[in-house]
């Protein structure tokens, strides 16, 4: 859970820098692909949890976490990440598993900070 602290912290300090002045009234959204139901739910709830709590402590109103369920699976992940996009959200947190970044290239527009270290040239 600590490097999830270290990634909102992380994107709370250099995020609202490389974008330059932000309105005042709008929000930063943040995607967050986690699975929130099946065999892994007990995971996701966790991560969510952990990422509401790093928000709250660094008390700020304008970022905004939308989390979204990827059910531990490539094709419910990439459905949820073009959920993400549709709502115009560019940075995403997630997904959890490494094998959940199969198809997640056909969304060439979305930085993805995923929690898994393994590279596979997805």
């Given at each position: 859970?600590?490097?999830?602290i270290q990634i909102i912290l992380l994107?709370?300090?250099?995020f609202p820098i490389s974008i330059g002045?932000?309105?005042?009234?709008?929000?930063?959204?943040?995607?967050?692909?986690?699975?929130?139901?099946?065999?892994?739910?007990?995971?996701?709830?966790?991560?969510?949890?952990?990422?509401?709590?790093?928000?709250?402590?660094?008390?700020?109103?304008?970022?905004?976490?939308?989390?979204?369920?990827?059910?531990?699976?490539?094709?419910?992940?990439?459905?949820?990440?073009?959920?993400?996009?549709?709502?115009?959200?560019?940075?995403v947190i997630g997904p959890v598993f490494?094998?959940?970044?199969?198809?997640?290239?056909?969304?060439?527009?979305?930085?993805?900070?995923?929690?898994?270290?393994?590279?596979?040239?997805?």
């Amino acid at each position: 859970m600590k490097k999830i602290i270290q990634i909102i912290l992380l994107l709370t300090l250099t995020f609202p820098i490389s974008i330059g002045k932000i309105i005042a009234n709008e929000k930063i959204k943040i995607g967050l692909l986690v699975p929130l139901t099946g065999k892994n739910s007990e995971i996701g709830q966790s991560i969510v949890k952990s990422t509401r709590l790093a928000i709250t402590k660094i008390n700020n109103l304008s970022i905004e976490i939308i989390p979204k369920d990827t059910k531990s699976s490539p094709e419910n992940t990439l459905k949820a990440a073009e959920e993400l996009n549709n709502l115009g959200i560019k940075i995403v947190i997630g997904p959890v598993f490494n094998e959940n970044l199969i198809y997640l290239n056909k969304l060439s527009e979305i930085t993805f900070l995923s929690f898994s270290n393994k590279n596979n040239n997805y």
